[in-house]
């Protein structure tokens, strides 16, 4: 079975400053996609970003990037220039070619002013 | 304005009772998908679905059923035999599009025991 994990429940930050987040997974498949979603107070999902495992080039969405390595099945999130709204619990998820999707227990983000 | 809805947005169960949450979408998607969550705690996978009339267990079905009778609906009946039932339920859906797989997800059900 696939599994994701997350070792930071918490983290905080300063306004404007960068903050790492960290995952981890596990498969035998070499095909698949890792995604991280944000769930503000609202609990919403909200895609934050998405990363195809056959694509070297790591993903980018304007402050949001990762760091995707296959060999050490990690995939990271950076956030740039943190933003109050950037506060929320921040999963990170697993989806192999059947389309069933895992996630990970997230990390709750405090951007703090 | 297309989506997925859940409804109700909140579900009170007596002990004993059966309850249905409704999740409908009409983004013409193929799979659809229940998750539940806990306080603090990250998405469990209850069902999902690929096609209509198919479903396939995910890592906490026991308590639960599903129907996918049509394309746009995807309800969860939270039996008498879950006996933890109380959680937020997230219902999501996704197409199959190869290069631009991701979930879409309903704004959740918040169900509690009374």
């Known amino acids: 079975a696939q599994t994701v994990t997350q070792s930071q429940p918490e983290m905080s930050v300063q306004e404007a400053e960068t903050v790492t987040l960290s995952c981890t997974y596990d498969?035998?498949?070499?095909?698949?996609?890792l995604f991280w979603y944000k769930q503000p107070p609202s609990r919403q999902m909200i895609l934050v970003i998405r990363?195809?495992?056959?694509?070297?080039q790591n993903a980018t969405e304007n402050r949001f990037s990762v760091n995707f390595q296959k060999a050490a099945k990690s995939f990271s999130l950076k956030i740039s220039d943190s933003q109050l709204g950037d506060t929320a619990m921040y999963f990170c998820?697993?989806?192999?070619?059947?389309?069933?999707?895992?996630f990970g227990a997230g990390t709750r983000l405090t951007v703090k002013p | 304005d297309g989506g997925i809805t859940q409804s109700p947005k909140y579900l009170f169960r007596k002990e004993g009772q059966n309850v249905t949450l409704s999740c409908e979408q009409n983004?013409?998607?193929?799979?659809m998908y229940w998750y539940r969550q806990d306080p603090g705690q990250g998405l469990r996978l209850i069902y999902y679905?690929?096609?209509?009339?198919?479903?396939q267990k995910g890592d906490i079905a026991e308590g639960y059923s599903v129907s996918r009778e049509k394309k746009e609906s995807f309800p969860l009946t939270v039996t008498s035999a879950q006996k933890n039932p109380t959680a937020f339920y997230l219902c999501?859906?996704?197409?199959?599009?190869?290069?631009?797989?991701?979930?879409?997800f309903g704004s959740g059900t918040q169900l509690s025991v009374l």
């Open positions: 999501a859906s996704s197409i199959r599009d190869p290069g631009n797989e991701k979930l879409f």
């Open positions: 498969t035998s498949e070499s095909n698949y996609y």
């Open positions: 990363q195809e495992a056959y694509k070297q």
């Open positions: 998820a697993f989806m192999r070619n059947n389309n069933d999707m895992r």
């Open positions: 983004l013409n998607h193929d799979a």
């Open positions: 679905s690929q096609i209509v009339n198919d479903f």
